[in-house]
Structures are given as structure tokens and as C-alpha cells.
């Protein structure tokens, strides 16, 4: 019986962890997403609070995207029109 639960238990958590994966990553640009973003930044600044360190952040964005295909096969500008 426990090793039921045990085996059990470690397929939730392996299943709970590819949902959060897939939940914090974008397919189509390959990129994790603003929940991602967001939770991880709480969690820095919260760190350099903890530590009393300065926390920094640079943000740039992406104003022309490659004409190359993507993992699925069709181009990012057909996506993300400019």
C-alpha cells in the first residue's frame, strides 16, 4: 500500500510539474511568458530585499522579427505581423 501511495504521489508531482512548465512557456516564440516574468520578479526583488541588495532589471524590446520559420514551421512575422 505505501509503495502504491509512493509510486502514486511521484506521478502527480511529475505531472504537476510539466503543467507548470507549460503553463509558464509560450510555444510559439519559445519564450516563457509575463506569469513567468512576473513571479520571477517577485521573487528576485523579494531576495535582494532579504539580502538588502540593490535590484536592477533591464527591459528592451524586439522590433523586428526574423523572416525565418519558426519550431512550427511558419514564419514569426506571419504571427506578429510589424
Known amino acids: 500500500m505505501q509503495d502504491s501511495l509512493r509510486q502514486m504521489n511521484a506521478?502527480?508531482?511529475?505531472?504537476?510539474?510539466?503543467?507548470?512548465?507549460?503553463?509558464?512557456?509560450?510555444?510559439l516564440p519559445g519564450l516563457y511568458n509575463r506569469q513567468y516574468l512576473q513571479e520571477?520578479?517577485?521573487?528576485?526583488?523579494?531576495r535582494s530585499v532579504e539580502f538588502g541588495r540593490t535590484f536592477s532589471l533591464f527591459v528592451f524590446t524586439i522590433t523586428a522579427w526574423?523572416?525565418?520559420?519558426?519550431?512550427?514551421?511558419?514564419?514569426?512575422?506571419?504571427?506578429?505581423?510589424?
Open 11 to 27: 506521478m502527480l508531482e511529475s505531472t504537476l510539474s510539466t503543467l507548470r512548465n507549460a503553463a509558464a512557456f509560450d510555444e
Open 40 to 46: 520571477a520578479l517577485e521573487g528576485e526583488v523579494a
Open 66 to 82: 526574423p523572416r525565418r520559420p519558426n519550431r512550427s514551421g511558419r514564419s514569426v512575422q506571419s504571427v506578429f505581423p510589424a
